[in-house]
């Protein structure tokens, strides 16, 4: 069955600093795609980034970026030059090949500080 | 703009009482999702619907169900709702079950039941 992890409940960086959230994911789908969801303290969901699991390069969209470690079962979200609007939760989800929904990871909560 | 609306942001309930949380998109989306969202469990499926009329359970299914009459609204009812389904309760949609298809949300309904 199709799981997602995310260990870190809490985190802080410093503004300016790069940080990495870290996701784990279990499937025996070869085909899925991995998703990093940003929920600001306003409560709306915003999608950041995808990653398919066929895909040869690491996805990137601004300052953000997936590590995407295939054989590691790992899809960690990298945030370049935080900035303190960053402050928010983030989840890692993931979507199997031919299948309509979408799993959801426990969740990260990121505060940078100034 | 996309836009997925949810009728209500906050609703107190009595225990008991049956319970409609509405959700509309106006985006002509194939699929649309009900999560309910937890601190430490991140967000959970409740049931989605790939057409109108057709619905399935997701991961919590019990205690809701779903209604689908139009392409456009997907309603989650409580039946008889309790303390426990005290939540954050977000609408989802997205085009169709492509494994790269996002899913646009709704701002949320925090529910309380007393």
């Known amino acids: 069955a199709q799981k997602i992890t995310q260990t870190q409940p809490g985190m802080f960086v410093q503004e300016k600093e790069a940080v990495t959230l870290d996701c784990t994911y279990d499937?025996?789908?070869?085909?899925?795609?991995l998703f990093w969801y940003k929920q600001p303290s306003s409560g709306e969901m915003i999608f950041l980034i995808y990653?398919?699991?066929?895909?040869?390069q690491n996805a990137t969209e601004g300052r953000y970026s997936l590590n995407f470690q295939k054989a590691r079962k790992s899809a960690n979200l990298v945030i370049s030059a935080s900035q303190l609007g960053d402050s928010a939760m983030y989840f890692c989800?993931?979507?199997?090949?031919?299948?309509?929904?979408?799993?959801f990871g426990s969740g990260t909560r990121l505060l940078v500080r100034p | 703009d996309v836009k997925v609306t949810q009728s209500s942001r906050y609703l107190v309930k009595r225990t008991g009482e049956k319970v409609f949380l509405e959700c509309v998109q106006d985006?002509?989306?194939?699929?649309m999702f009900w999560y309910r969202q937890d601190p430490g469990l991140g967000l959970r499926l409740i049931y989605f619907?790939?057409?109108?009329?057709?619905?399935e359970k997701g991961d919590i299914p019990e205690g809701y169900s779903v209604s689908r009459e139009k392409k456009e609204r997907f309603s989650l009812i409580l039946e008889s709702a309790s303390t426990n389904q005290t939540s954050m309760y977000l609408c989802?949609?997205?085009?169709?079950?492509?494994?790269?298809?996002?899913?646009?949300f709704g701002s949320g309904t925090q529910l309380s039941v007393l």
């Open positions: 989802a949609s997205s085009l169709d079950g492509a494994t790269n298809e996002k899913l646009f």
């Open positions: 499937t025996s789908d070869p085909s899925y795609g």
């Open positions: 990653q398919g699991s066929y895909d040869q």
């Open positions: 989800a993931m979507r199997e090949n031919f299948r309509y929904k979408l799993i």
């Open positions: 985006m002509d989306h194939e699929n």
């Open positions: 619907s790939y057409d109108v009329k057709m619905k």
